[in-house]
């Protein structure tokens, strides 16, 4: 966050099954460890596997709204490429983009390709990266389920999330079951090398 900016407007977007959930409650610890006063909210289109699912995080000094207005938006993460452009409607010429390389066919939709949609996003802000995050994940760890912590690690180490790598860390060892946390600490770990 900028010094005259107060707050961060941050918003993830997906389908039921990616995991988005955990991932606000990762960011959420990060933002309250790091001394933010932090609110979030979730909307599911669908709220069961392969439906669409967005949600809000918004922390700084004093929140009072869980929900980002539109056109407020600072960074948008799209864990599906149409889930991103969807996301349009919050976005400014200032927003980031960080849209993970992965397109999943809507049931009797017409197949829109990742250039025009690459395309249609640049409309919208010139701050767009694109990462094959599922396609790394699967290379480097043997599976893609972490393409969500190897995104939000890797928006924290290139700052475009305000947050210190090591309360993301902190965060993802608090809130990953221990089962589960070798692998994710490991995405966090590939995100810092790629970084």
Do not use: W
Not at 35 to 48: T, Y
């Amino acid at each position: 966050m900028t010094k005259n900016k107060k707050e961060f407007n941050l918003i993830i977007a997906g389908i039921g099954g990616q995991g988005l959930i955990t991932l606000l409650q990762i960011l959420a610890e990060a933002a309250l460890s790091g001394g933010n006063d932090v609110r979030s909210s979730e909307l599911h289109g669908l709220a069961q596997r392969g439906g669409s699912v967005e949600i809000y995080l918004r922390f700084g000094k004093e929140i009072f709204s869980p929900l980002v207005a539109p056109g407020r938006a600072d960074f948008i993460l799209g864990l599906e490429m149409q889930e991103a452009l969807r996301m349009y409607y919050y976005a400014n010429p200032d927003t980031v983009f960080l849209v993970n390389k992965n397109l999943i066919p809507i049931p009797l939709a017409p197949v829109v390709s990742q250039d025009q949609i690459i395309k249609d996003l640049n409309k919208i802000s010139k701050k767009i990266e694109v990462v094959p995050a599922a396609d790394i994940c699967q290379k480097e760890l043997g599976t893609n389920v972490v393409a969500g912590i190897y995104l939000i690690s890797l928006a924290v180490f290139q700052k475009m999330i305000p947050l210190k790598p090591e309360s993301l860390l902190l965060a993802i060892k608090k809130m990953i079951p221990e089962k589960f946390l070798e692998l994710n600490l490991k995405a966090f770990n590939l995100a810092k090398s790629n970084s």
